[in-house]
């Protein structure tokens, strides 16, 4: 079965060097959730920063100006961007400068029981948001049970004949493609989270976050 391939290679990397890189990197996720709101906004800050664009790169800006997000004006923040070379400096500017005004409920909102309260109240909130990223963002400040579905994911899913390319990823789409992750999960004993990595290894051979 296709499933069973996938879940080998998954299996092999959980017993290799990989296994102590994921670990270190969902315990850096879980220390992040015990920060500051201006942490938990910056983090906000990087999700947005990813939608259709390079999370390495993402990184990189957040590195650099993170701390802008907090202090500057939307204009300021787009040349920021600009000058760093963001695909889309000026809608990702505006969004960061609106989603401000989200920052304080941020601890309020994380502290939602229902996981899909979290998630939704996010992508409603926040513009530039989807569910992907809402999911990212949940997932780097310690969540672990969502799936983080980009192109990535998409492709490897695909080339293990396990999903049909999506012409579009709508609400429906990623909950079903999240529920076959979930299974993918539950078999191999891995959380999302730590899913997710291992996924991003296949595919990339790196590891970010």
């Not at 790169?57 to 100006?65: A, F, G, M, N, T």
């Not at 941020?106 to 939602?112: A, S």
Request: hydrophobic share 35%; with cysteine; proline share 1%.
């Amino acid at each position: 079965m296709p499933i069973d391939d996938l879940i080998n290679k998954i299996e092999k990397l959980k017993h290799g060097e990989i296994a102590g890189i994921v670990e270190k990197k969902i315990q850096e996720f879980k220390n992040l959730n015990k920060k500051s709101t201006d942490e938990l906004f910056k983090e906000l800050c990087f999700c947005i920063l990813t939608a259709n664009f390079s999370a390495e790169k993402s990184i990189r800006i957040q590195d650099e100006i993170g701390e802008c997000f907090l202090t500057d004006s939307r204009d300021s923040i787009a040349i920021k961007l600009k000058n760093h070379g963001h695909r889309f400096p000026n809608i990702r500017a505006t969004y960061i400068s609106d989603s401000l005004k989200c920052k304080n409920k941020l601890k309020e909102i994380v502290q939602f029981k229902n996981n899909n309260e979290k998630r939704d109240w996010i992508v409603n909130n926040v513009k530039g948001i989807g569910y992907k990223e809402s999911s990212h963002f949940l997932r780097n400040i310690g969540f672990d049970n969502y799936a983080i579905i980009d192109f990535h994911i998409i492709d490897l899913l695909i080339n293990h004949n396990l999903i049909k390319k999506p012409k579009y990823l709508t609400k429906k789409k990623y909950l079903e493609i999240e529920n076959l992750l979930r299974e993918i999960a539950r078999k191999t004993d891995l959380t999302l989270a730590e899913l997710d990595l291992y996924l991003w290894y296949l595919e990339t051979g790196k590891i970010l976050k």
